[in-house]
């Protein structure tokens, strides 16, 4: 299912106004200031604003690959296990963090009868953070852990 498929006909019309916006800012030549962005409010969903990906040139901007946060910067189409996931990734940064530590960060001492489910999670959360599969936001560098 498509990022399109997923969404209301507001938030895609939102989405390609502000793709257009990106692609106009980089068309003259405004894209080159240090910090600037450009967000627009989600209609219809109170406190969740479009932003553009990091890492991404102003020209490269689609109305498929901008994201949904709210206004704490939490992306707004993931679940709370998911999110405790990235947040544990994010906290560590550049390190390899065990999948122990990310079980305990999403179950704590719970016992879950599932050998698979931190896989499961992982690969779930790739999908909501990067639903197109246009960059890697999650590695396995190695049986360790991920990063």
Not at 124 to 136: E, M, Q, S
Request: contains cysteine; charged residues 20%.
């Amino acid at each position: 299912m498509t990022i399109r498929q997923r969404i209301s006909d507001a938030e895609w019309q939102a989405r390609l106004d502000l793709a257009a916006c990106y692609r106009l800012v980089a068309r003259y030549g405004m894209a080159d200031l240090i910090y600037n962005h450009i967000t627009v409010r989600v209609p219809g969903e109170a406190g969740h604003i479009l932003i553009n990906p990091f890492g991404y040139l102003y020209e490269e901007i689609t109305a498929s690959c901008l994201y949904k946060i709210d206004l704490a910067g939490n992306p707004g189409n993931l679940t709370a296990s998911q999110f405790a996931i990235l947040a544990r990734l994010c906290r560590n940064s550049g390190q390899v963090v065990r999948g122990e530590d990310l079980e305990m960060a999403v179950w704590g001492d719970v016992l879950v009868d599932d050998p698979d489910r931190l896989k499961t999670l992982i690969k779930r959360l790739r999908r909501a953070v990067d639903p197109l599969g246009n960059w890697i936001v999650l590695s396995t560098p190695s049986v360790l852990g991920y990063s």
